[in-house]
């Protein structure tokens, strides 16, 4: 697996541009460094907005990610922007001005993995990061695989949402969850809400699940049939119970919080027979008691994903497209790059509620 994450100097670059490089934990610093210089078969992109999310707050405060980033480096992984450059091995297939989405990743196509329809898991998994920046190289891969023209009618902060998006398409494919059935979800945050509104467009009950009133509230604007502040509840497993038919349980569970509380509710808020993807994804080093009585018995199938593939960063464009999610929805504010470390200092004491469009 490679990563790739934006360089602070490059050889040969023509110009330089304002980024927010990370130096370590909750140390991001606004700087001016060089404009990449490209491969013969790269994209550099300006970048008309960048996305917060919860995935980069954690990187913030922990000043890293294994499998992402190595500091110092230039961050940030949701964003659409304009084709600034493109190396002489592309120009005949894209052309410079190109409104596109560049997913954050893109698979090898010819691993063990990626033969058997299972690309998120590639051996060779190459990420890029670099959004917070005015420009940001595009690496070959992704340029061919898993970078998207943005249809006229799409905005870019519409746009910019498209790899969160696939993340939470893949779940609901992954869960297997039909038209007409219960899903429970757990967790309001903008992924949570992104789950309740596409599995509301899908024609699924959907029960959520936050943690305080806000929450609750936004829930039900994306389409939640019923939503509960777990605060003021006493048992939340019987109160989701008593909502599904003959209290069996819901027909599907989606954790998006991660941890071992919401874990273990989650498998016991899903009928037998039923499915429960553990999205929310635990602290390196938690452990998780589950009861092995209802896993056999109920024939419960626990299920968990991880990122996304280039078929879901396509149909998530698609669903953009179709006006099925919008930003406005989900976006709390806009700001220029230069005030994003106070911003993050901020969205550090609001649990990664806030979700701010950065505009380099």
Not at 290 to 307: G, M, N, Q, R, V
Request: proline residues 6%; aromatic residues 6%; neutral net charge.
């Amino acid at each position: 697996m490679e990563t790739l994450t934006q360089p602070l100097t490059e050889t040969k670059a023509s110009g330089h541009m304002t980024a927010a490089v990370l130096y370590g934990s909750e140390d991001l610093k606004i700087e001016k460094i060089d404009i990449p210089a490209l491969s013969p078969d790269e994209a550099l992109v300006r970048v008309k907005v960048a996305l917060t999310c919860g995935t980069d707050l954690k990187v913030w405060k922990r000043g890293y990610h294994a499998r992402m980033i190595t500091p110092p480096a230039v961050f940030g992984h949701e964003l659409a922007g304009v084709v600034e450059q493109v190396g002489p091995e592309i120009a005949e297939n894209l052309a410079v001005g190109t409104r596109v989405v560049p997913a954050n990743s893109a698979p090898c196509g010819a691993c063990f993995f990626c033969r058997n329809e299972r690309s998120n898991l590639c051996e060779d998994l190459l990420f890029n990061n670099g959004a917070y920046a005015e420009y940001i190289r595009i690496p070959g891969r992704i340029v061919r695989k898993n970078m998207l023209e943005i249809p006229s009618n799409v905005s870019f902060m519409d746009a910019a949402m498209a790899e969160p998006l696939a993340c939470v398409l893949r779940g609901i494919h992954e869960t297997g969850v039909q038209p007409g059935e219960t899903t429970v979800l757990i967790g309001c945050g903008p992924i949570g809400l992104k789950f309740i509104r596409m599995l509301s467009c899908r024609s699924v009950n959907v029960i959520a699940l936050g943690k305080r009133p806000g929450q609750v509230k936004a829930a039900e604007r994306m389409g939640a049939r019923a939503a509960f502040d777990v605060s003021t509840l006493s048992d939340p497993i019987s109160a989701v119970r008593r909502l599904t038919e003959g209290s069996r349980g819901a027909d599907s569970v989606i954790e998006a919080v991660g941890s071992p509380r919401t874990w273990d509710w989650a498998i016991r808020m899903v009928r037998c027979g039923g499915t429960v993807n553990l999205f929310g994804g635990c602290p390196q080093g938690t452990r998780v008691e589950l009861d092995p009585t209802a896993l056999h018995y109920s024939e419960i199938t626990i299920k968990s994903t991880f990122h996304h593939t280039p078929r879901f960063i396509r149909e998530a464009m698609e669903a953009i497209a179709r006006g099925e999610i919008r930003a406005r929805d989900f976006v709390n504010a806009e700001m220029p790059l230069c005030e994003l470390p106070s911003m993050f200092r901020h969205m550090k004491h609001r649990n990664g509620e806030m979700k701010v469009a950065v505009i380099p």
